[in-house]
């Protein structure tokens, strides 16, 4: 039987902004999520290493590491987690950057805040769809190359 887990995804917002920072963690703790904040790059790396994520809201204008920087190095620890770009300057070059980096959704600032809770939304479904496809097809593999010898 497959088990159905009934935990709150678990949001790393990451934004140098305090107030942007407690605002997102405010609206997605009052909807179906649990926000956690890092205020900084380094952090966000540190969370990410220490427990698990389900998905990353990310500023791309930060002092010292910036969202693009994060991107490169969260690619190396946990390619697998979906990262949302928040962004003041939406432009192509930074898009065309962060896509080659893995991220899958852009949201400009300022954040409307139902958009970004649909997003969330679309990205953690399409993270559970593919685990349940990769399931399903290891449930069809390995019968199949058990047959096989």
């Known amino acids: 039987m497959d088990q159905i887990t009934t935990e709150k995804p678990t949001i790393l917002v990451v934004d140098d902004n305090r107030g942007v920072l407690d605002f997102l ?3 997605l703790s009052k909807h179906e999520f649990c926000g956690i904040g890092a205020s900084s790059g380094a952090q966000c790396l540190e969370i990410v290493r220490e427990q698990p994520i389900d998905l990353i809201i990310l500023d791309v204008m930060m002092p010292v590491m910036d969202g ?5 190095e969260r ?10 770009l928040l962004t003041a300057r939406d432009n192509m070059i930074t ?18 805040n139902r958009d ?3 997003r969330v939304r ?14 399903a097809f290891s449930k069809i ?5 058990a047959t096989k010898h």
């Open 122 to 135: 679309t990205q953690l479904r399409s993270v559970e769809w593919e685990k349940a496809n990769e399931q």
């Open 68 to 72: 693009l920087q994060v991107c490169q």
């Open 75 to 84: 690619k190396k620890i946990a390619p697998e987690i979906p990262v949302i």
């Open 95 to 112: 898009r065309a950057a962060a896509m080659e980096l893995g991220v899958s959704e852009f949201v400009a600032k300022p954040v409307n």
């Open 141 to 145: 593999v390995a019968p199949a190359a």
């Open 116 to 118: 970004l809770l649909n």
């Open 25 to 27: 963690i405010l609206l």
